[in-house]
């Protein structure tokens, strides 16, 4: 919505085939072209899939974020191959994959913006305990992102944002997880992350979205291979 807001046509994967219209819709609603590419990117050949039916509908791609993602809380020692390799599929491959076929687009129109999501986490002594796959999956993708910002240079700019904790159902899942292990309930952890933070507030989505437009914008025409981590603070807490 945010890119939108900013002029961008744009086409829309999820999972989730509903919500992805539904976005859609409100990207339709501003005035600019929609199309919801439904599919589980953790497969490569649905991501061909998808990447086919984008170039045919809107013949060119100015910007790729690489956003899905899954988390979990839960011990190295009770994680299984299969949680383990969901992380790894679904954030690090397909950031992977979409990149691959992004670049190709992108080195044609001489001009292209990659924004892949980080995470806090994914910084030298910011890992959280218990979320082992989650922490290497985005280790994963800020090294692909410094690497893709080599290779894709001059005309393509590679950046990832790094979010804190952002109250989306994918935190809403840790605050229950946690809680179960902790003897808590979900509302108490909130609760204690919330008052962690230095600003004293959870961020909004449309918070990680405007540095997103920001990296995609002429103000950040000299910025690549970086990590920006937006984390209203973290990994510095209150005391
Ligand atoms: N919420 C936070 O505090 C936080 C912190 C750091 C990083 N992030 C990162 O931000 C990004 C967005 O997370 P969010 O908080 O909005 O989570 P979310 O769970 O609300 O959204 C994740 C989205 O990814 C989609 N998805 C999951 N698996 C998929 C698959 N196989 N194929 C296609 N789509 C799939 C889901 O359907 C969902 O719409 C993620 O990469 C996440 O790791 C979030």
């Given at each position: 919505m945010r890119l939108a807001s900013h002029g961008a046509d744009v086409a829309i994967n999820d999972l989730n085939a509903e919500s992805a219209?539904?976005?859609?819709?409100?990207?339709?609603?501003l005035g600019r072209k929609s199309l919801t590419l439904p599919a589980d990117i953790s497969k490569t050949s649905e991501i061909d899939r998808i990447f086919d039916v984008l170039v045919k509908n809107f013949n060119r791609l100015d910007i790729l974020v690489n956003n899905a993602g899954i988390s979990m809380y839960r011990p190295i020692l009770e994680c299984s191959e299969e949680d383990y390799d969901r992380h790894m599929d679904i954030m690090t491959k397909a950031t992977f994959w979409c990149m691959?076929?992004?670049?190709?687009i992108m080195m044609k129109q001489k001009w292209g913006r990659i924004v892949n999501l980080g995470s806090y986490v994914a910084q030298l002594n910011c890992t959280t305990k218990n979320f082992g796959p989650?922490?290497?999956?985005?280790?994963?993708?800020?090294?692909?992102?410094?690497?893709?910002?080599?290779?894709?240079?001059?005309?393509?700019?590679?950046?990832?944002?790094?979010?804190?904790d952002v109250a989306t159902e994918m935190m809403e899942i840790e605050?229950?997880?946690?809680?179960?292990?902790?003897?808590?309930?979900?509302?108490?952890?909130?609760?204690?992350?919330?008052?962690?933070?230095?600003?004293?507030k959870f961020e909004t989505p449309d918070d990680i979205a405007?540095?997103?437009?920001?990296?995609?914008?002429?103000?950040?025409?000299?910025?690549t291979g970086s990590h920006i981590v937006a984390g209203g603070g973290l990994p510095y807490t209150v005391k």
């Open positions: 219209e539904k976005t859609a819709q409100e990207v339709r609603a691959k076929r992004a670049a190709p989650y922490c290497a999956a985005k280790f994963g993708i800020i090294g692909l992102t410094q690497v893709a910002a080599q290779e894709f240079a001059p005309h393509i700019l590679v950046n990832a944002v790094g979010p804190g605050w229950v997880q946690e809680g179960e292990m902790r003897g808590m309930p979900a509302a108490d952890v909130k609760e204690l992350y919330r008052k962690r933070l230095l600003l004293e405007k540095v997103v437009a920001f990296l995609c914008s002429p103000l950040a025409d000299q910025i």
